[in-house]
């Protein structure tokens, strides 16, 4: 169950190998634990994330079509949220 309700827009490149590629499979992912996410990146295809379970859980998560041609060209941004705790 996410903790915050508000839509984080993540702009991030996906790969397998090493730096930023990596990094945005994982962030993407663990982000998406917490909150509503949607993801905007310049491709996304089986041999970038590794596997086709990951590449369908990566899909779900993908900002519609008119959000990823702004994206392209564009830095990687993360939107900051502050996570709230949840009660024991």
């Known amino acids: 169950m996410p903790l915050v309700s508000e839509l984080v827009y993540l702009a991030l490149p996906m790969g397998t190998a090493h730096g930023w590629g990596v990094c945005g499979r994982y962030i993407t992912r663990e982000l998406a634990r917490l909150a509503p996410v949607r993801l905007?990146?310049?491709r996304l295809e089986a041999r970038l994330v590794g596997d086709e379970l990951e590449l369908v859980a990566l899909q779900a998560l993908l900002a519609?079509?008119?959000l990823q041609a702004q994206g392209r060209g564009s830095s990687s941004i993360i939107r900051?949220?502050?996570v709230s705790s949840t009660p024991a």
């Open 64 to 66: 519609p079509a008119e």
């Open 80 to 82: 900051s949220f502050n």
């Open 40 to 42: 905007i990146t310049d």
